[in-house]
């Protein structure tokens, strides 16, 4: 299969930390994986370093209390907005931080913590809090499904399933490997689906079990790719495998050992727009939590935000998941 479009050339997208940014509001999601356990260490590290914390957010329902709560906060414009939390939270936030003047700093609290993988963001907490304090500001490129954005991940078949079937207490004990847990029950009751993938003149049909969009680099807390970024004004989408349940399962195991190969060997369709339809209507998983139905049209939007990230991304690969501080 052949590309839409090629990969050009990355681009940097430093520059310096904000002076401003000495004030910042905390926001945490406490049914994140380790929010309620950390948002006070999070808070006493932050103001160690320097940091004042002009407002604190403790957040219990984030469907319910963003999308009102973002707004009331970025109304006083904030230089930095730190957020602990996981993917789905970030999905919310980066609705309302698109193309402002706050610059998004990210702990990751969550399960799979995709986006801070994405990032480049290190496990450690303690190190994550100096990229929030002394990293550079990039500007990242965000996703878009039906004019909803998005900051890693959309994808259609078993994992929107997963997303809305894992428990939080599964989560907040087992970490990613309850999401496989859910995972290997779905597929085995799950039926295949045909999506048919458009982009310029670029037609795309498969039958599979599982169909991914990314902005990021990272799905499941591996690499898509080894030149998949936030930064290439670029998506990528791929099947992880056909119509058989097996072919799903070699598929994400070969997905998950492979993250050292670039986009193209892998047969990836990449591009800055794409519009997908389904045989039947299936949910949409978007950064983790379920919203909207298919048919569903996604696209790019360059260096949409400012986040935090660090000064030297190649000596911040991603790691796995740590509760360490």
């Known amino acids: 299969m052949t590309g839409a479009q090629a990969t050009p050339d990355r681009a940097s997208a430093a520059a310096a930390t904000p002076a401003a940014a000495r004030e910042a509001v905390l926001l945490v ?26 407002a604190e957010h403790l957040v219990t329902d984030p469907a319910g209390q963003l999308p009102d709560l973002v707004p009331r906060i970025l109304a006083e414009h904030p230089p930095l907005l730190v957020v602990g939390s996981g993917d789905g939270t970030i999905a919310t936030v980066v609705d ?59 994808s259609i078949g078993v994992s929107a399933e997963v997303a809305g079937r894992t428990p939080h207490l599964l989560k907040r004990h087992l970490g990613r490997a309850a999401y496989a847990a859910t995972a290997a029950r779905t597929l085995r009751s799950h039926r295949p689906f045909t999506a048919e993938v458009r982009s310029g003149d670029t037609t ?60 193209q060997r892998k047969g990836y369709l990449t591009g800055t727009e794409f519009h997908i339809t389904t045989d039947v209507p299936l949910t949409v998983d978007v950064d983790g939590e379920v919203s909207g139905m298919t048919p569903i049209h996604v696209e790019v939007t360059a260096q949409a935000l400012r986040v935090m990230a660090p000064r030297h991304p190649g000596r911040a690969a991603p790691g796995p998941a740590s509760a360490r501080v």
């Not at 999601?29 to 004042?52: F, I, K, P």
């Not at 670029?234 to 670039?262: H, I, K």
Request: charge should be positive; avoid cysteine.
């Open 204 to 263: 795309w049909r498969v039958r599979t079990h599982q169909l991914n969009i990314a902005n990021g680099r990272m799905h499941g807390g591996s690499a898509i790719a080894r030149d998949a970024s936030l930064e290439d004004r670029l998506l990528v989408v791929y099947a992880l495998g056909g119509s058989s349940r097996f072919s799903t399962a070699w598929a994400a195991a070969r997905q998950a050992l492979t993250p050292w190969q670039p986009v």
């Open 29 to 54: 999601n406490v049914r994140s994986r380790r929010g309620a356990a950390l948002h006070g260490t999070v808070r006493r590290m932050l103001e160690q370093r320097g940091l004042t914390i002009t």
């Open 96 to 154: 309302h931080l698109a193309h402002t003047d706050t610059v998004l700093g990210y702990l990751p609290l969550g399960t799979t913590n995709n986006f801070g993988r994405s990032l480049g963001l290190p496990p450690r907490l303690r190190d994550a809090i100096d990229v929030v304090v002394d990293g550079r500001v990039a500007h990242v490129d965000l996703g878009r499904v039906n004019g909803d954005w998005f900051a890693n991940l959309v």
